[in-house]
């Protein structure tokens, strides 16, 4: 009866801060003095707004909450308001959320307290009522110290909870080898819930990062959960995995030293394995014979709040959208639970992805995972990774120990992001040119994560500020143009991988992978026969000086046949951060006419982990439509371009085995890939003459760009 009286009360107070944010009060004159109208004229009057402008106003709010004076006036003028009334809206509207967070947060403390209470009432009896663990009957406290009755008692809990798990544990696991459901729905050969992917008419609509209130087009396919996990025991050993995994990063985000040690530059936390080893058990068993490990730390401070960031995170198509550099596809399995009060504090959910680094040399990293989501502190939040291959029985190459991140929120709006990568994989399966990249850390670890989220939230921040950059083009042009750029890269990304769509290999070596698929002509593809060729090389040069050297457009005719016939000229760039690496270009061809043939669209990405160079040609009518900030969804485009990566091999002073020269450890791993439509028509056949073709155009590309670098030797 007490709930139910306190939720009627929670609505009456909810209707009054409801009316509160949508009404304006209004003095009483105090010009009459006719007793008999005292009491009325003292009364508050209301000022209730239309239906129309208080969705304005709501608008207005979840876009900036705290409005200048300038900003109210316009909106005041906009719906006919006074800029006092706007004001007094918006504080109203601050206050009524705070309150209904305020009201939120002491449900949780309550449960907590209740919690808590709770195991302080078994403790004190089982502390009144100690038992012998020789004879089973009570013991004497006098014989012993209290301090080894305490250890007695903490040792008998741990104890009942090891068994009780063991026992869920052996259920579970009995169920999975008897077939259960649950086994049939997730797929016993490894990541057969993705096959559907193939198929682009499977593909959902965009739920990704929220670019001007508006979402960028969601290039990656995701399915829906299709799953369900309805045994309780089930549900609980995900959950006491989850619970063990979020303990572990907190304490790996919090310990330093000796856990923790830095690199001789000091930019860079790899984790101490002995003291691992000493400090933790193993959480998801014990590491198979033939895996290494992977550990790296790092922490930033990254313009995005603890609810946008923890929001991207636990959203599948955000998150794939957030890093798709690392992701290839991901799925939500099964929503276990979906959080607490409306808010994703105690979130669960089986995932799977594919993690990729872009080159034809490292196969992606399949994995099932959970995801937990926990809020800490009333500012910190935690969100966990941890495999769960090993209790489906699945054949893996990496599998994911406790890994994620640690939000907290920094009083300028910010939010200090602590990140931990934890990975053990087989090292077999990778070539020797990449081993030392990924035993650095620098292509999977916290870094790489930390660096895609800065550019990210950079770009967000640059293409939401009002200040004027070099490109001249108004707000919805960028939008366009940076809609088109992203979709161009996550289908360069998707080619080198071989994730989203259906390829058959045509041929493969060592360091060369020739595909072809048919499209139909989704997505922004031109339809035909799409026939592409990827290699990796390594090279002499830095990564920096080899991405100065493909981005200066006088060296462009070292490497594109568009140039050879004159120098191509820039004709917009659009800055995406500070970093003159990170750009956004439209270059042209300076031999064509002007307003006819094809107009060149160029991406560049660059961070400490690596570089990428993507183009494609566009038509110029095309192209007009999207810079006049035009749908750029229709728009076909084949993308080709270049990753780099750094060799990361330890200074030998001579050639090293596995690379094709000499060097310390500042070379490079170039990626070369390219597209190109051999027919408009899916049913035609492939044939030799254009395999030929492709092999001689990758051949040219990668001649002329070591004569431009004089590195042939």
Known sequence: MENIREMGLIGETYELESRSGSDNIEAGSGDDHNPSETKSSKRKKYHRHTTFQIQELESSFKDNPHPDEKARLELGKRLALEGKQVKFWFQNRRTQMKTQLERHENSILKQENEKLRIENITMKEAMRNPTCETCGSQAILGEVPIEHHHLMIENARLKDELSRLGILASKFLTRSNNGSNLELAVGRNEFSGFNSMDNPSTMMPSLGLDFFGDRVSNYFPVMPPQMSVDAPFDKSVFLELALAATDELIKLAQVDSPLWVRNLEGNRESLNLEEYAKTFPPCIGVKPAHFVTEATRASENVMINSTELIETLMDVNQWTEMFPWNIGRASIVDVISPGMSGSRNGALQLMQAEFQILSPLVPPRQVKFVRFCKQHKEDTWAVVDVSVDTLFNMPMNCRRLPSGCIVQDMPNGCSKVTWVEHTEYDENSIHQLYQPILRSGTAFGAQKWIADLRKQCELFSVMMSSTTDNSGLPPSSKKSMVKLAQRMTRNFCSVICSTVHKWEVVQSSENMRIMVRKSMGNSGEPSGIILSSTTTVWMPVSPHHLLEFLQNVNNRAHWDGLSRDGPMQPMLRIPKSQDFGNTISLLRSTTMPAGNGMLILQETCSDESGSMIVHAGVETAYMNAVVGGGDPSGVAILPSGFAIAPDCF????????????????????????????????????????????????????????????????
Not at 667 to 682: A, H, R
């Open 650 to 713: 330890p200074d030998s002073g001579g050639a090293h085995e596995g690379r094709l020269g000499g060097g310390g450890g500042s070379e490079s791993l170039l990626t070369v890939v390219f597209q190109m439509l051999v027919s408009n028509t899916p049913a035609a056949q492939l044939t030799m003459e254009s395999v030929e073709t492709v092999k001689s155009l990758i051949a040219r590309t990668l001649q002329g760009i070591k004569d431009g670098l004089q590195c042939n030797n």
